[in-house]
């Protein structure tokens, strides 16, 4: 009788340049993020300024990197996100960074264009909360599937 094939699984995992896009585009997120928080809070006002002149530029680079960190999900999309998911794969570590990006993206949207004066300072600090937790989000899904990996061998 014939034993069945069993044919390996192909590997989800993304290539090396599709994670280093993930870490380039995260580290430039939370570091713009992170400048930004830093001069409208914590760096002193230059003399009559309104606001510290890193503040846009930081903002200018978040922005920057939020159009590449969206590239950078659209092509995981496809060969890493939904094979995963239809394979039941990390569905909370990935479901869970994926929410939150997507969160991210949504709020860090209507704070630019949308956000009512009223709302503006409830979703800022929703978008600071989910943008302090996205690089933790990320690497306990990276850690999950090292750990899933390293079971399996």
């Known amino acids: 009788m014939n034993k069945p094939q069993h044919r390996p699984r192909k590997a989800i995992r993304p290539g090396r340049r599709k994670r280093q896009a993930v870490y380039i585009s995260m ?8 400048m930004w928080l830093l001069a409208h809070y914590a760096l002193p ?3 009559e300024a309104a606001r510290h002149p890193l503040e846009p530029w930081a903002m200018r680079v978040h922005g920057a990197a939020t159009l590449f960190g969206m590239a950078v999900l659209g092509a995981l999309w496809g060969t890493h996100v939904l094979r995963a998911w239809n394979e039941n794969r ?11 990006w997507l969160g991210l993206a949504l709020s860090g949207y209507g704070l630019y264009y949308l956000a009512d004066e ?5 979703i800022s600090w929703l978008h600071i ?14 850690l999950s599937a090292v750990a899933r990996r390293k079971a399996c061998e």
Do not use: F, K
Request: glycine content about 20%; proline content about 5%; aromatic content about 4%.
């Open 27 to 34: 580290g430039l997120l939370w570091v713009s993020g992170t």
């Open 45 to 47: 006002l230059p003399e």
């Open 90 to 100: 990390h569905r909370l570590s990935g479901g869970t960074l994926l929410g939150l």
């Open 118 to 122: 009223d709302w503006r300072a409830a």
């Open 129 to 142: 909360g989910a943008g302090s937790g996205l690089p933790l989000a990320l690497a306990i899904h990276i």
